[in-house]
């Protein structure tokens, strides 16, 4: 592309990365955008292709462009929650605490249902510019089995997430990630266990020594993410916040610097 042209692309990058246009907003005509941007038609379609390409954008009908990720789905209204009467602790420590809650679900008697809190994590995929994700090969006594994970950990009282997710890293793999953007927060078994899991991807890295937490520490590798529905098929890829980092990562691809710390 020549300069007028990549100034254009840049600058649909910036609406993308500032805000101004959100997941599931419809691009201006071409005709508003010829004229908004001062392009010719042909070298404003050259520029739509490629952010089409990259999966910054996605066609719609004739010449509709749209952001991705918009959701069309209506939130239900009406519905009653649980209701709570109370709560008793059986089993607390600094790892995990056993709860048993006196719940009534709406139009049923009430019951104790038991409530497992854990900690707050905080789980990173790290990019390079050869699209490898930086992994670990570990063993987990619980299910006695090795596999892949991404580098995470327990997120300390007091302690930003994202604070973590650096430090987790660092510590697990020796290398320092060059920028990390949370991407979403979710509960891992949300039926009956509290343990919120952060989840960041970012790209790049510096290499800054050996892994310092001997514990965590597996074999670290670049693994490619073409790789991944591979290992996933094989059942090589362990815990959820792995699981649900790499499903973000493959589902955009192309898009995270459009998408990056919204």
Known sequence: MGPKTTKVYETIRDWLANGELAPGDKLPSERTLVEQLGIGRTA?????ARLVSEGALEVRGRSSYRVPGGVSVETP????PWKIHGERT??????VKLDLWDV??????RFEHH?????????SAV???QDRVLMLWRYRFVPQQWGWELPGGIVDAG?????????????ETGWRPTSLDHVVTYQPMVGMVDSPHEIFVGRGAERVGEPTDLEEAGHVEW???SDVPGLMAKGDLMGSGTLVALLHVLANRGTQGATAGR
């Open 127 to 129: 990019l390079d510019d």
């Open 77 to 80: 209204t009406g519905l009653e």
């Open 115 to 123: 409530v497992v809190k854990l900690q707050r994590v905080a789980i």
């Open 44 to 48: 404003l379609r050259q520029v739509l």
């Open 104 to 109: 009534e679900p709406p139009g049923m008697e």
């Open 90 to 95: 059986v089993y607390d420590n600094r790892w």
């Open 159 to 171: 302690e930003d997430a994202r604070a973590t997710a650096y430090r987790e890293v660092e510590e």
């Open 223 to 225: 693994v490619p993410l």
